[in-house]
């Protein structure tokens, strides 16, 4: 079982350090934990359990303190809230002791998690002093998963649920809640947003209860994704208009059964009036009539609706504008526990997008992220593309809404506004692969979306480098080695896809170059490229910023080279702040990218030996298909840019004229 990916992170080795091994064998000799089921026996089972392997000998749980050596998990609430925790070293009952203190259950889940990192990443625990609470309230994995199983730009297999074969469940449902709850996930959506209304059918509801039970003993709610027509598709009705009376009447009715089967179900998740999906729109109301609609029945149970912000018309000149331009005036209108869910940027997941325009502009709305996690345009399970880099990126782009440091952070957190409901979502990378996510190293996009939901501000190294010395061990060098490609993989996919953030050079997999299918997207002709989104000449869409944003991104002498091309159209001869031509460019940045590729499967191929043959085999293969990939991208992209400028490249001699 230690030779493929199926436990992800959560592998327990024997500690290889001799003397930290002592170390803990010493201070970790057993787990004292009050006699309870749900979160806190859930914690003491996987202390126990985890320390157990790691420490090569037996860590019982015990109900209280008995000899040397307790590790003391407990609960006391805080003003940092149910979800924080602290590990400390102090006595307990007149012995020394290493303490785990949760505000709540859930705190203390998360805090035995973090001394378990500790362990397996090697940290000594001398100097033991730690207090940490989530930024984000909600922190949320979003599932694409149907109801037959398949999964909507889903890389890794089919659903890891299951749904055929609940309430029946497996050791992977436990090995999925165990992994979302160690990196401090506490919902799950598990339905696709474009919804089967089938999932809240009562056999289904029955169905899903042991599974939300399982979920529970990890802090993680439930959620289901709604499809918008259900009373007409399941309760017969002649229309969905959330203000007719038969409508709400159902829709309360339905709600109210639901949670009769699932008391803690966290809420629900709509697309509407978006991709073909049924919406308030078609009866002539808005999207906050429709969310209103939801959160009304909603509300006596506790639960929340997120309402998507994703809308557009297929139509490239409008996407960057639509969704700002539909919501905006709706801000304010917007149940308490309503909250809009905005992709992080105005387009869709694409390479690079600078941050949406709507986080900053809803001060009187509740208002989360939603991240994509599987990579649908990022090289899916064959490109090595870490993206934590890139959700830094956005989270710390600052506003400006409310002045300097108006971070996409702090208003999604809630803190802006003085809003309770806030956080971010993540449209996962999991599928029923052994190794749940095909690529070997794709399962630290996994980790590392929950470790940023916890705290936005953890460095990506520290997290990559964690992620690492769980998944493969301490050893020096594999270390360096996995979390140097890790996180130099986002800026090298973007060098040899994505020139100066044109999006879209893709065909409808999202997946194989093509520049010629959209060009309404890069608009290149014979003299430049790029899409004018200019208030001055172009579709306005600069004009959503607050200043100084608004101005940077106007102005083609301010605009950040990275975003030239998503912002403006400019001749081929333009020259960008690091001296070069954007034609120049264009092709240097291609020939670099696809060239760091062969360095960066040459760099995975000196670990054999290092690592076990299988894991290092299957991510071999995989280095091998991005690199032809890679390849593909530079020609096709370098070929067209020469196709349509006709201007050569001064650096290399490989196209014939
Ligand atoms: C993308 C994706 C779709 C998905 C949609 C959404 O467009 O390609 O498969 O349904 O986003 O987020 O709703």
């Known amino acids: 079982p230690d030779e493929d990916g199926s436990r992800l992170w959560l592998r327990y080795p024997l500690v290889a350090d001799r003397r930290l091994l002592d170390e803990y064998r010493r201070d970790l000799r057993y787990v004292v934990a009050p006699d309870t089921d749900g979160p806190l026996g859930s914690a003491a089972g996987e202390l126990s359990r985890a320390l157990t392997s790691l420490l090569g000998r037996d860590v019982p749980i015990r109900r209280k303190v008995d000899g040397a050596g307790p590790l003391v998990l407990r609960t006391a609430a805080s003003d940092a809230g149910p979800e924080s925790y602290t590990l400390r070293r102090g006595r307990v009952d007149g012995t020394a002791a290493v303490i785990i203190t949760g505000g709540a259950d859930r705190g203390a889940l998360y805090g035995a998690f973090h001394l378990l990192r500790l362990v397996q990443t090697h940290v000594t625990l001398d100097r033991l002093d730690v207090a940490e609470r989530p930024r984000n309230p909600l922190r949320l994995a979003n599932h694409w998963d149907n109801l037959d199983g398949s999964v909507e730009r889903g890389y890794a297999g089919r659903s890891v649920f299951g749904f055929a074969e609940l309430p029946e469940l497996t050791e992977r449902h436990s090995t999925y809640a165990r992994a979302l709850a160690s990196v401090g996930l506490n919902g799950t959506v598990i339905n696709n947003v474009n919804a089967n209304a089938q999932f809240i059918a009562p056999e289904m509801l029955f169905k899903l209860q042991p599974l939300a039970a399982l979920l529970r003993g990890w802090g993680i709610s439930l959620y289901l994704s709604l499809n918008f027509a259900s009373p007409m598709i399941l309760g017969g009705l002649t229309t969905a208009d959330p203000f007719d009376a038969g409508v709400k009447d159902w829709w309360r009715t339905k709600i109210t059964e639901i949670y009769r089967a699932i008391p803690d179900l966290g809420g629900f998740l709509v697309k509407a009036d978006s991709e073909g999906q049924p919406g308030p729109i078609s009866y002539g109301r808005t999207h906050a009539d429709g969310a209103n609609l939801i959160a009304e029945a909603a509300a006596p149970h506790g639960g929340i609706v997120m309402w998507r912000a994703f809308v557009h018309d297929f139509n490239a000149l409008e996407w960057s504008n639509k969704a700002y331009e ?60 870490y993206l934590v880099p890139q959700w830094q990126e956005v989270y710390g782009f600052d506003t400006h809404a409310e002045g300097s440091g108006t971070t996409v952070a702090k208003i999604i957190s809630g803190r802006t506004y003085g809003r309770e409901l806030g956080g971010v979502a993540g449209v996962m990378n999991l599928g029923d692969d052994t190794d749940w996510t095909r690529h070997q190293l794709a399962a630290a996009n996994t980790h590392g979306y929950g470790r940023l939901a916890w705290n936005p501000g953890l460095k990506a190294r520290d997290i990559a480098e964690e992620w690492t010395r769980q998944t493969f061990g301490n050893d020096q060098r594999e270390v360096a080695v996995i979390t140097g490609l890790l996180l130099g993989s986002w800026q090298t996919y973007l ?140 020609d096709t992209i370098a070929g067209y840019y020469f196709a349509a400028s006709r201007v050569l490249d001064e650096r290399r001699s490989w196209v014939q004229v």
């Open 495 to 634: 060098d040899y896809t994505n020139p100066l953030g044109v999006s879209f050079l893709i065909k409808g997999d999202h997946f194989t170059p093509s520049p010629q299918t959209n060009t309404g997207w890069h608009q290149a002709d014979a003299e430049g490229t790029g899409f004018d989104r200019t208030v001055a000449t172009g579709n306005g869409f600069t004009g959503f910023y607050h200043r100084p944003v608004s101005d940077r991104f106007e102005n083609l002498s301010d605009c950040p080279d990275e975003l030239l091309l998503f912002l403006h159209h400019v001749p081929y001869g333009h020259r960008l702040k690091s001296g070069k031509t954007v034609i120049q460019h264009v092709y240097d940045s291609h020939f670099d990218g696809a060239a760091e590729v062969g360095r960066m499967r040459d760099r995975w191929r000196e670990l054999r030996g290092r690592i076990d043959a299988k894991r290092w085999a299957d991510t071999a293969e995989r280095f091998d298909r991005h690199r032809e990939q890679a390849i593909l991208w530079r």
């Open 326 to 385: 539909t919501f905006k005036p709706l801000d304010g209108k917007f149940a308490d526990n309503a909250i809009v869910q905005i992709k992080n940027g105005p387009i869709d997941f694409q390479v690079r997008e600078p941050a949406h325009p709507l986080f900053g502009a809803l001060p009187n709305t509740n208002a989360m992220m939603e991240l994509q996690v599987t990579q649908e345009y990022t090289g899916q399970s064959t490109h090595l593309c």
